[in-house]
């Protein structure tokens, strides 16, 4: 059995799959499986796939014939088919530094209680490093917790930040102990941008994290991006709402303290919805769903 089952789940980037898959097979950490998974993708991404058929690292090929909608699905999909005792999704349009495996691994294998290890990542646009999430979280949060490396529990970690907003801010970053993943994947299945929120914060949970500051891994900045597409997007919104939710459902009632700041903050993307509402861009429907969901 491999001990790292790695998924890459594709939707349209042929122009950045072969440096993807590349820089996975150029790991200097080895014991590992590749699952590609292509979420019916119009352009040219089975013909760059079909290369890699026989290579020794994948063990499987899966192509959608209708697109499923959300990225989370295929997550869910690669997890069921790995056989892996870690898990990497390496999203297609990203790619990693060579001892992206071998350094989380070992920090993974160092304390059984870690659900997943992360790092940080440069910005890639247009082919230029344009700084790194590290540098962008201490501008924007005014703090340096991401300059060294740490191990936290993970309800501390919900406390300091990541009730807050997702600051684990790119999935190709993580490495998942496979057991921690599988358990909450199946309530990601209805989200489109907050999903891998969601994961983190229920992994949290139950488990300790931990977070290395080297830039291993390369996050493509474009477009297409869910994740810029939900930053000011109604969806985006209910979505954290509904995720913040579902996480203090999970967590004991003597953290009454995180349970009222994550309330303020649901509140808070509620007003910012009302304001679209009023505005008539959020239809009434839409605006009353959100609302029952505030108060569940």
């Known amino acids: 059995m491999p001990k790292i089952s790695v998924i890459v789940p594709n939707f349209n980037h042929s122009s950045f799959l072969n440096k993807r898959i590349e820089s996975i097979l150029a790991q200097t950490y080895q014991d590992f499986e590749l699952i590609i998974l292509d979420d019916c993708s119009t352009d040219n991404s089975s013909l760059i796939i079909e290369k890699y058929k026989r290579h020794p690292k994948v063990n499987q090929i899966v192509y959608n014939k209708v697109n499923g909608g959300s990225p989370f699905k295929q997550w869910a999909k690669g997890i069921l088919l790995a056989k892996g005792e870690y898990i990497w999704i390496a999203e297609s349009d990203d790619f990693a530094e060579n001892t992206f495996?071998?350094?989380?691994?070992?920090?993974?294998?160092?304390?059984?209680?870690?659900?997943?290890?992360?790092?940080?990542?440069?910005?890639?646009?247009?082919?230029k490093k344009t700084g790194s999430f590290k540098i962008k979280k201490a501008e924007k949060y005014h703090s340096d917790k991401w300059d060294n490396a740490y191990q936290i529990n993970g309800i501390e970690e919900l406390k300091h930040s990541l009730i807050k907003t997702c600051t684990i801010n790119n999935v190709s970053a993580v490495l998942f102990r496979k057991k921690a993943i599988e358990n909450v994947i199946a309530k990601t299945y209805d989200y489109k941008y907050a999903g891998d929120w969601l994961c983190y914060m229920l992994i949290c949970t139950k488990h300790s994290i931990a977070y290395i500051p080297d830039a291993l891994n390369n996050y493509r900045?474009?477009?297409?991006?869910?994740?810029?597409?939900?930053?000011?997007?109604?969806?985006?919104?209910?979505?954290?709402?509904?995720?913040?939710?579902?996480?203090?459902?999970?967590?004991?009632?003597?953290?009454?303290?995180?349970?009222?700041?994550?309330?303020?903050?649901?509140?808070k993307e509620f007003r910012a919805i009302f304001g679209g509402f009023i505005r008539g861009r959020i239809k009434v429907s839409d605006f009353f769903n959100t609302l029952i969901l505030c108060f569940s």
Request: proline share 0%.
């Open 101 to 127: 495996l071998e350094i989380c691994l070992k920090m993974l294998e160092a304390n059984n209680n870690l659900g997943f290890v992360y790092t940080d990542s440069n910005i890639i646009t247009e082919q």
């Open 221 to 267: 900045s474009h477009s297409n991006n869910l994740t810029k597409k939900s930053d000011n997007n109604y969806l985006g919104m209910r979505e954290r709402i509904k995720a913040r939710n579902m996480c203090m459902h999970h967590i004991s009632d003597t953290e009454a303290s995180l349970k009222r700041t994550a309330n303020i903050l649901n509140w």
